[in-house]
């Protein structure tokens, strides 16, 4: 659920840690977007903390599964 709510977020958000960073002030489609995951999923930010310190759940890069390994 976080995972795909960030995917939402799009790469805009992607520097976001906490809701306070987020000026609301502005009308974009970030701060929209946002408005509307805050009504159904008000606590992202600290889920996407908590997945950040779980690098199995996001990936930090890609590995090789040859079958035919060297």
């Not at 709510?5 to 306070?20: F, K």
């Not at 974009?28 to 009504?39: E, L, R």
Request: proline share 6%; aromatic share 12%; net charge negative.
């Amino acid at each position: 659920m976080t995972r795909g709510y960030l995917e939402e977020m799009g790469e805009t958000g992607a520097g976001i840690t906490w809701e306070d960073e987020i000026d609301m002030s502005l009308d974009n489609s970030f701060t929209n977007k946002w408005a509307q995951i805050k009504g159904d999923f008000p606590w992202l930010w600290e889920m996407k903390e908590l997945i950040g310190q779980r690098p199995n759940k996001i990936p930090m890069g890609l590995e090789s599964y040859s079958l035919n390994p060297d």
